[in-house]
């Protein structure tokens, strides 16, 4: 896979729900996240430039969830199956609660536990 990101990712305890093709997703945790988009598991894998819509959690931060729009740019069907998703048209308040989520990762005041 080709790295073309411009923003460093991060593992953290982000969970998302969304509507893909074929299949709808409850709840599920974010495999890593950046200002530009993130790689999530999906059972069914949409095809390269599907837009998704999510609703971002981010539970050590205080507030609603996030409502996002991405688009697949990339799919990989091992196992488990993973999507990539460039975030579309992201509003600055969405902006501002990333950069802040990610920061707080960054400097190690919140850390990444797998469950």
Partial sequence: MNE??????ILCR????CDAPGEAVIDREVVDL???GL???LTRPPP?????QLALRLPELDGPALS???EVVWVSVERPPRVGLRFVDLSAEARAVLTRYIELY?????RYAPA
């Fill in 39 to 41: 790689c999530l598991r």
């Fill in 34 to 36: 950046s200002l530009g």
């Fill in 14 to 17: 982000a969970r998302f729900a």
């Fill in 48 to 52: 390269r430039g599907t837009r998704l």
């Fill in 106 to 110: 960054r400097l190690g005041v919140l």
């Fill in 68 to 70: 996002l729009w991405g």
């Fill in 4 to 9: 073309q990101r411009q923003d460093p990712r």
